[in-house]
């Protein structure tokens, strides 16, 4: 019936009309997403410093156990200091992302599986945790796939962790 109406030739270009309208749309969808929102670029961020720093001070603290100043260590002519002492043998280092390259030379590799701790002994009678800034990082673009509340938990984790399995049980691993 609308061939009786439309010549054959005006058909034609409806049809490649329609065709590049859906073809078009398709494409503004698949860029958008279902939401129709433009994909957010997702832009993490590490934990700042002094956040982290007080954040594993209260774990510490709220452990029964106390915060304190940390040691310093030689490690090949570099000067390393841990971030806090606890009791004994232990403390802990939180590494910048720049104390991290320029330690890497004298620290253990950071290969571990999800949920293991790196410790570390840089002399005797000393079991250091190493915490590494930019593992504790969250989404500070639009999108928020990871939030800052999700970091900290994370590095209050692995604080409370060690505390609790190796500080308080006294192991020297």
Known sequence: ?????????????????LLTCTA???????ATGCSGQKNAKVALKPLDNGR???????????SGKRAQPG???KLQELD?????YIDG?????FLTEQDAVKYEKVLPKRD??????????PAEGAIILLLYQ?????????AHTVTVKTAEVELEKDVADYVEQVVKQDKHP
């Open 1 to 17: 019936m609308l061939q009786q109406i439309v010549s054959p030739r005006w058909l034609r270009i409806l049809s490649l009309s």
């Open 24 to 30: 078009t749309l398709v494409l503004a969808l698949s």
């Open 52 to 62: 982290a720093m007080a954040l594993i001070e209260r774990v510490i603290v709220s």
């Open 71 to 73: 040691r310093s260590f």
């Open 80 to 84: 390393f200091r841990e971030s806090f």
């Open 89 to 93: 043998l232990y403390g802990i280092a």
């Open 112 to 121: 571990l599986q999800p949920g293991q701790l790196r410790l570390f002994r």
């Open 134 to 142: 930019d593992k504790y990082q969250y989404d500070a673009g639009e």
